[in-house]
């Protein structure tokens, strides 16, 4: 190496300085660069300095397009530094530079799209000189410390983490202070919490591989059955989320007032009719808070199910309506609704058929809900009985049934062509069951002659 810088200064002494600097800034590690640049240099095209930048672009950029047209072969890189000119400095810096300008928007989009804003709130439970074990208690510490693995809970542009939060389920990480290789260096523990229905832990590998208790013991000794034992009292002290709280009816008037605030923001879309049900039913929620929700639900939930799918729009009009409906009745017998403004509910029921001595408040598998019939017979929930499911569907079929004659005749044409396609089906299967038998009878016919032959 010291051999071509050597010969490159014979041969050019009155560059030294330059030489140096090209030959000490050359990305390449073994002056492969080194020639070309001082051929630019001794031409007058430029600097050192500006020669030197240019080359570790072209170290970083070689071989890469300019834009999107990849058909283009001006608009390419060129792999091999010594097919340019010296005369061709600028236009080679200035698509370089181009490259990198989208090469750092990019990055910059990237960096924005996993930045972790807001907090990150996590204790620790147990440190040891190898073993570091945290309770998680908000996303973005699931995200931090949860970086490198394929658990579902640290994607930060999904909902996953806050629907486990919504079951009041807690999580623990473990991790290894100097990892090992495999897949035990990060351990995810989720410990439900469910008065009615008692679970026991679940532990997920690094590779989001369900594991067993046992296999924590042997991959951290038995230590970790006095660490279990910490984690689920502190699992136990630990307070429940702010929305498990709302499910299940006991929540302040800030818990509240907060879950409504994320779902006017852009909460979970699968949450979103439940959660302003749920709320309606807590008995600390403010006369002024469920008039809000009464006046805002139906928009609410369309911007959650345009959110959701393209195609739950078909949806949009039957789960409004039943939400809007579910909404008032909760709040007609709230205990925080005046007189008047009760009043004023019951005349809406009533119109939208709704029996109003069948109005209550209930409560199943820790979650609340208002419980109501209408005047056709079909009773509502917030979960959907099989009757109200029944009279959807009946319902759906008044609605397009024809009453024209040009309406019938249609009908009629569709149905014949579904008719034409279900004979043809039924052909084809005909014709399959009739090939399956003479199948059949032939590897029996085989068999017997081959009984017959051993014989």
């Known amino acids: 190496m010291s051999t071509r810088l050597d010969l490159v200064l014979q041969k050019h002494p009155e560059h030294e300085e330059g030489i140096r600097l090209l030959a000490s800034r050359d990305p390449s590690g073994n002056f492969k660069y080194l020639d070309w640049g001082v051929k630019v240099l001794t031409s007058k095209q430029a600097l050192a300095p500006e020669i030197a930048d240019v080359l570790d672009?072209?170290?970083?950029?070689?071989?890469?397009?300019?834009?999107?047209?990849?058909?283009?072969?001006?608009?390419?890189?060129?792999?091999?530094?010594?097919?340019?000119?010296?005369?061709?400095?600028?236009?080679?810096?200035?698509?370089?530079?181009?490259?990198?300008?989208?090469t750092d928007s990019k990055r910059r989009k990237r960096e924005r799209l996993y930045r972790i804003e807001g907090p990150i709130e996590a204790d620790t439970v147990h440190d040891s000189t190898n073993l570091i074990v945290r309770h998680i208690k908000n996303k973005n510490a699931s995200v931090h410390y949860g970086l490198g693995t394929k658990w579902c809970i640290s994607m930060s542009r999904e909902g996953y983490f806050e629907d486990y939060d919504t079951h009041n389920a807690t999580f623990f990480f473990f991790e290894r202070k100097t990892p090992v290789g495999d897949e035990f260096d990060k351990v995810a523990l989720m410990v439900p919490r469910n008065d009615e229905k008692p679970e026991t832990a679940e532990a997920f590998t690094a590779l989001d591989q369900h594991v067993d208790m046992m296999a924590l013991a042997k991959a951290y000794s038995s230590r970790v059955f006095d660490i279990f034992r910490e984690i689920y009292e502190r699992s136990e002290r630990y307070p429940g989320s702010a929305i498990a709280?709302?499910?299940?009816?006991?929540?302040?008037?800030?818990?509240?007032?907060?879950?409504?605030?994320?779902?006017?923001?852009?909460?979970?879309?699968?949450?979103?009719?439940?959660?302003?049900?749920?709320?309606?039913?807590?008995?600390?929620?403010?006369?002024?808070?469920?008039?809000?929700?009464?006046?805002?639900?139906?928009?609410?939930?369309?911007?959650?199910l345009k959110r959701r799918s393209r195609w739950m729009h078909r949806r949009r009009d039957s789960d409004t309506k039943e939400l809007t409906r579910a909404v008032i009745a909760a709040v007609s017998i709230h205990p925080?609704?005046?007189v008047d403004v009760r009043e004023k509910f019951t005349k809406e029921l009533r119109r939208r058929h709704v029996i109003i001595d069948t109005i209550h408040q209930k409560k199943d598998q820790g979650r609340v809900y208002v419980s109501y019939e209408t005047r056709n017979g079909s009773h509502r929930n917030v979960r959907g009985s099989r009757h109200d499911r029944h009279y959807r569907h009946y319902r759906r079929y008044r609605r397009y049934r024809p009453r024209t004659v040009k309406a019938l005749?249609?009908?009629?044409?569709?149905?014949?062509?579904?008719?034409?396609?279900?004979?043809?089906?039924?052909?084809?299967?005909?014709?399959?069951?009739?090939?399956?038998?003479?199948?059949?009878?032939?590897?029996?016919a085989r068999s017997k002659r081959s009984v017959r032959r051993v014989g």
């Open 57 to 102: 672009l072209f170290h970083r950029f070689n071989g890469r397009w300019l834009g999107a047209a990849r058909h283009d072969r001006v608009n390419r890189i060129g792999s091999d530094i010594y097919t340019y000119r010296p005369q061709d400095l600028a236009s080679l810096r200035d698509k370089l530079l181009k490259i990198k300008r989208t």
């Open 245 to 304: 709280r709302v499910y299940a009816g006991n929540a302040t008037q800030e818990q509240l007032e907060a879950v409504f605030a994320s779902i006017v923001k852009g909460g979970s879309a699968r949450e979103t009719n439940s959660v302003l049900r749920a709320i309606c039913c807590n008995d600390a929620a403010p006369q002024a808070l469920l008039e809000e929700i009464t006046r805002c639900a139906a928009a609410l939930s369309i911007a959650a």
């Open 336 to 338: 925080n609704v005046s």
């Open 409 to 444: 005749r249609a009908h009629a044409r569709v149905l014949d062509r579904a008719a034409a396609r279900m004979r043809r089906q039924a052909k084809t299967l005909q014709r399959k069951l009739t090939a399956a038998k003479k199948k059949k009878k032939a590897t029996a």
